[in-house]
């Protein structure tokens, strides 16, 4: 049964609960939010979001990642040492944008009582120990495998 099941559906069983279980999830939450007075708003910067990343975003970093892709000549070992700090890099920089880019200024110094000069610093600096851990890293695998 189960090989009929995976040539009708196309994967494994347990991937069936597990789509399943993730769209009831969702729905659960939809039906939250629904409720919700800002329902309207959420729901735009979800939309919003959605097609900036599909428009602007993945043609980025689809193309820096063609780039790089050229630039090690098939060597995946480097390019994942190099893809992973990235994408910390790029993460670590969606969540605190707006201190790193220091907007709101006025509203953080009047909520936190600090400045936000420190933030553009401190991502600079987790960002090059992120690369360098991973440079060491991919070093440190080298030698082990020569």
Partial sequence: MTDRLRAGYGAAPWHLVVVTAAIVLAGWVALRLAGEA?????LLWFVGAAIAHDLVLFPVYASADRVLRRLVRGRVALLNHLRVP????ALLFVVYSPGILRLGEATHQAATG???RP???RW???SA???LLSAVTYLLRRRRFR
């Fill in 38 to 42: 800002t329902f309207g708003r959420m």
């Fill in 86 to 89: 990235a994408l910390g890099t």
């Fill in 114 to 116: 600090q400045d936000q």
């Fill in 119 to 121: 933030y553009l610093a």
């Fill in 124 to 126: 600079l600096f987790l």
């Fill in 129 to 131: 120990a992120l690369f």
